[in-house]
């Protein structure tokens, strides 16, 4: 395989996805299914605030860049980062058009409060291993930016969580190449999902969300 060749890459905002529910990751990412809900809707307003691409604003000792592309070549995955503050350092790297040198910290916006599983830590430790490829430098802290609880969390990036995200993210590749979607495992979760009504558990056990979409189409 073609290392080089970003066609083989993976959306890095899958991570959530994958952690969330495996079969929703497969719905949306090799089944291609997507279904809005309240809460999708409301995610997506949340990243408007952040979602202003390639906008670049000076605060003193700060750059602060919003829908920042990056990408891992050794993850095989891509994706945009919500913000990105750019802290002048010493022990940090030079960016092109600005004096001094600057160490990125990754800042991801999300809806909810906090979550008691880590989903949302290991989507922003995947950004974290993005820029530190891309910059060349260490990225030791991030930020999660939640809306109802109206602030951010800082999260330490840790060897742990960087070796958790390339198993995952390995996981998800396997998934992809051999084209598999996981049976239902039907569970609380299953009720705040954007999916649940494309899911169809008492079927799917059966038949593949294409298979049943096709059989409907041909009545």
Not at 43 to 70: C, S, T, W
Not at 78 to 100: A, P
Request: glycine share 4%; net charge neutral.
């Amino acid at each position: 395989m073609d290392y080089n060749d970003e066609t083989h890459y993976l959306m890095l905002s899958g991570i959530q996805h994958f952690q969330f529910c495996q079969r929703q990751w497969a719905l949306i990412h090799i089944e291609n299914q997507w279904e809005e809900n309240v809460k999708t809707v409301e995610g997506q307003y949340v990243h408007r605030i952040a979602d202003q691409p390639f906008k670049r604003e000076k605060r003193i000792n700060k750059l602060i860049v919003r829908a920042m592309p990056i990408k891992s070549k050794s993850l095989r995955i891509s994706g945009i980062c919500d913000v990105v503050e750019f802290v002048e350092d010493l022990n940090g790297v030079e960016l092109f058009g600005e004096e001094g040198r600057f160490l990125p910290y990754p800042i991801e916006y999300k809806r909810g409060k906090p979550k008691t599983h880590d989903s949302d830590i290991l989507q922003l430790t995947a950004q974290a291993i993005c820029l530190e490829e891309m910059l060349l430098c260490d990225v030791k802290t991030g930020y999660l930016f939640y809306n109802e609880i109206k602030q951010r969390v800082e999260i330490p990036i840790t060897t742990e969580r960087k070796e958790k995200v390339k198993l995952v993210v390995s996981e998800m590749h396997d998934y992809y190449t051999r084209k598999y979607t996981p049976k239902v495992k039907p569970g609380k979760h299953c009720r705040s999902c954007s999916l649940q009504n494309i899911c169809l558990p008492e079927l799917m056990n059966r038949q593949s969300v294409q298979q049943y979409i096709e059989g409907m189409l041909k009545e």
